[in-house]
């Protein structure tokens, strides 16, 4: 079945660094876009980054010139590479994918941005 488990999350300061990465299982990975979707206390979940299959990206205007999204079809893996964080990136991160029959999700990865 299909799997996607994240890591990488944690705590770091402002205008710090983190990578994050999603192993994906269950599926042709290298035929199918992936996405990185957040969501903080109170709020809805937001898309963050999306990358096609021949790796064509798309950004949330909030995390454009900080996040970079990327993927190793070798390795089943979707990275976010995120840069210059601020305190409003605390969030839950998802891994996501979907199909013409469903949507699937990751069991999601902290990120806490805070001195």
């Known amino acids: 079945q299909v799997q996607l488990v994240e890591s990488g999350g944690g705590l770091v300061q402002p205008g710090g660094s983190l990578t994050l990465s999603c192993l994906a299982s269950g599926f042709t990975f290298s035929t199918n876009a992936m996405s990185w979707y957040r969501q903080a206390p109170g709020k809805a979940r937001e898309l963050v980054a999306r990358?096609?299959?021949?790796?064509?990206?798309n950004y949330a205007d909030s995390v454009k010139g900080r996040f970079t999204i990327s993927r190793d079809n070798a390795k089943n893996r979707v990275y976010l590479q995120m840069n210059s964080l601020k305190p409003e990136d605390t969030a839950l991160y998802y891994c996501?994918?979907?199909?013409?029959?469903?949507?699937?999700w990751g069991q999601g990865t902290q990120v806490t941005v805070s001195s």
């Open positions: 996501y994918r979907s199909d013409a029959l469903r949507m699937y």
């Open positions: 990358i096609t299959s021949t790796s064509i990206t």
